[in-house]
C-alpha cells in the first residue's frame, strides 16, 4: 500500500508563489510517474503536471506552462510544484497521484493512489 500526503498549500495573493510538497511511504516506491491535479468547487479534476519518477520527464496543462514547476526527490520519495504568477484561477483543492503501469496520461482514471489534497487559495 502507497500513502501521499500533499503539503504546503494556502491562501497567497495574485501574483505570489507557493510549493505543494507530496510524500510519499508505503510500499517500495518505484512508480512509473506522478501527477498533480486540481479540483475547483463544482468543476472536475483536472491535470495540472506530470512527472517520470525515474528520469524525470515532464508534461504541464496549457494553463500553467511557464508558471509551475514539477520536480521530484527520488532519494527522498517526494514530489514537488512550484507555483509562481499565480492567479486566482489557480484556486483549488490540489492532489498528488502515483502510476504504477503504463505511460504518462492526463486521466485521474489511470492513477493507482491519491493523496487527501491540500488547498490553495489565491486572492486577487
Known amino acids: 500500500q502507497v500513502q501521499l500526503v500533499e503539503s504546503g498549500g494556502g491562501l497567497v495573493q495574485a501574483g505570489g508563489s507557493l510549493r505543494l510538497s507530496c510524500a510519499a511511504s508505503?510500499?517500495?516506491?518505484?512508480?512509473?510517474?506522478m501527477g498533480w491535479f486540481r479540483q475547483a468547487p463544482g468543476k472536475e479534476r483536472e491535470f495540472v503536471s506530470a512527472i517520470t519518477w525515474s528520469g524525470g520527464s515532464t508534461w504541464y496543462a496549457d494553463s500553467v506552462k511557464g508558471r509551475f514547476t514539477i520536480s521530484r526527490d527520488n532519494t527522498k520519495n517526494i514530489m514537488y510544484l512550484q507555483m509562481n504568477s499565480l492567479k486566482a484561477e489557480d484556486t483549488a483543492v490540489y492532489y498528488c497521484?502515483?502510476?504504477?503501469?503504463?505511460?504518462?496520461?492526463?486521466?485521474?482514471?489511470?492513477?493507482?493512489?491519491w493523496g487527501q489534497g491540500t488547498q490553495v487559495t489565491v486572492s486577487s
Open positions: 508505503g510500499r517500495t516506491f518505484s512508480p512509473y510517474f
Open positions: 497521484a502515483a502510476a504504477f503501469s503504463g505511460g504518462v496520461t492526463r486521466r485521474p482514471s489511470d492513477y493507482d493512489y
